[in-house]
């Protein structure tokens, strides 16, 4: 990902979410996968947007699609470097109508999350972040504002998951980080940890790579961090694509 590339970048996740948003206004069916979370026919029109823009855009870079793998269909990543896409982070937030779901676009190279966009459709709000570059938020109308995140002091403000609260585990975590807590669906706590509203978000179960990269990219380069529960790297390109528990943080 490189800077030459980022306004047609976020063009195509705008494309992309003007599609999902003609099925969040009307009729979208819906199934399941084999591990029981939800897909929608959004989901799939909207990777099918990302992919044949990032074929344009950057032919040279293969691309790892969340609905790719449970079809799977597997892309060569063994040049170290991929786009990483969820089309629709956040399905049961889309499926519930609250708005808070995100289009998800992240670069990886040599195992590291460097550039991503976060865009949320329904609210208007669009990030984007490269590692060298900083971060910036796009406005509505098209103007774009650099964003970091917020200095440590005075209190600090947790988001956590509609849809994949924990349980006891996580809350003994937060507690442990006295911090207040407000619920926010989708990678767009990233973003808005990025953006200086909120301190930090934290999970303690199991996630994939299509999940955090955009997010994490984002947040490292408006000056956060993103680590593993026990400080070490998150990291991208692993066997199954599977991510352990982490914890990202703004003002470090």
Sequence with gaps: MKPEQIDALIALVLKAGEEVMRFYDGECATRSKEDGSPVTEADVAAETILL?????????????SEEQVEAGSLPDLSG???????????TKEFINRTGEFTVCLGYSEDGEATGG?????????????????????????????PIQVRAPGGDKLALVSRSHHTGRKLDDFLAAEGADQKVVGSALKFGLIAAGEADLTARVGPTCEWDTCAGQAVLEAAGGSVKLLDGSALTYGKPGFRNPGFVARGGL
């Design 80 to 90: 170290g470097r991929f786009w990483c896409i969820d089309p629709i982070d956040g």
């Design 117 to 145: 966009l976060l865009h949320s459709p329904a609210l208007g709000r669009t990030f984007v972040g490269l590692k060298g570059w900083g971060a910036i938020e796009v406005l509505a109308d098209g103007s774009k504002r």
């Design 52 to 64: 044949a823009g990032l074929a344009e855009i950057a032919p040279e870079i293969p691309a790892l």
